[in-house]
T-cell receptor, first 110, second 116 residues
Framework: KQEVTQIPAALSVPEGENLVLNCSFT??????LQWFRQDPGKGLTSLLL?????REQTSGRLNASLDKSSGRSTLYIAASQPGDSATYLC?????????FGSGTKLNVKP | EAGVTQFPSHSVIEKGQTVTLRCDPI?????LYWYRRVMGKEIKFLLH????????ESGMPNNRFLAERTGGTYSTLKVQPAELEDSGVYFC??????????????FGPGTRLTVL
């Protein structure tokens, strides 16, 4: 059974810092991995999707890496801004469904 | 292009009552998924439709939950009778049916269900 763990559970940083969010999963037989952002009371916004054959994806200040063999992914956020404050969720996909981590709650202080 | 929509956004009901949640996927998306997040837990898969057929319903918690997707368009998730532990946020997601395997899922805003 796939289990997804995200560390840290919460993170508070001053504006401008570069930061790394971690995601680990127990079963390396995945199709893809997706990082989401969730704002309070809102739905999930997809940030980056990494297929199992890929090593990383980049979008603006975000970079996500995937090491399938070790069961790890990282989300790197460069030059953090207060608007980045949200909960970040990692989800790994088998053929049909996602398995989600519990998320990292990020607070970027002005 | 409209995204995945869910109705209602919030629902407050009493234990024992019935509630029906609705999801309208992105037009043309044959795959439709239901997930839920109960308080303090991670988001968990409930079930997956391909068009009107249930592909995987392994995450449905018990027989008080009934999902339908008549005509392969919108889907409903009925909880009857609702229990306190059913409180949480119910998400719907959709994706196109493409060759090559799984692809990106697009999530709706969720329905927050509170059972008193």
């Amino acid at each position: 059974k796939q289990e997804v763990t995200q560390i840290p559970a919460a993170l508070s940083v001053p504006e401008g810092e570069n930061l790394v969010l971690n995601c680990s999963f127990t079963d390396s037989a995945i199709y893809n991995l997706q990082w989401f952002r969730q704002d309070p009371g809102k739905g999930l916004t997809s940030l980056l999707l990494i297929q199992s054959s890929q090593r990383e994806q980049t979008s603006g200040r975000l970079n996500a890496s995937l090491d399938k063999s070790s069961g790890r992914s990282t989300l790197y956020i460069a030059a953090s801004q207060p608007g980045d404050s949200a909960t970040y969720l990692c989800a790994v996909r088998d053929f049909n469904k996602f398995y989600f981590g519990s998320g990292t709650k990020l607070n970027v202080k002005p | 292009e409209a995204g995945v929509t869910q109705f209602p956004s919030h629902s407050v009901i009493e234990k024992g009552q019935t509630v029906t949640l609705r999801c309208d996927p992105i037009s043309g998306h044959d795959n439709l998924y239901w997930y839920r997040r109960v308080m303090g837990k991670e988001i968990k898969f409930l079930l997956h439709f391909v068009k009107e057929s249930k592909q995987d319903e392994s995450g449905m918690p018990n027989n008080r939950f009934l999902a339908e997707r008549t005509g392969g368009t919108y889907s409903t998730l009925k909880v009857q009778p609702a229990e306190l532990e059913d409180s949480g946020v119910y998400f719907c997601a959709s994706s196109p049916l493409l060759a090559g395997g799984p692809n990106e899922q697009f999530f709706g805003p969720g329905t927050r269900l509170t059972v008193l």
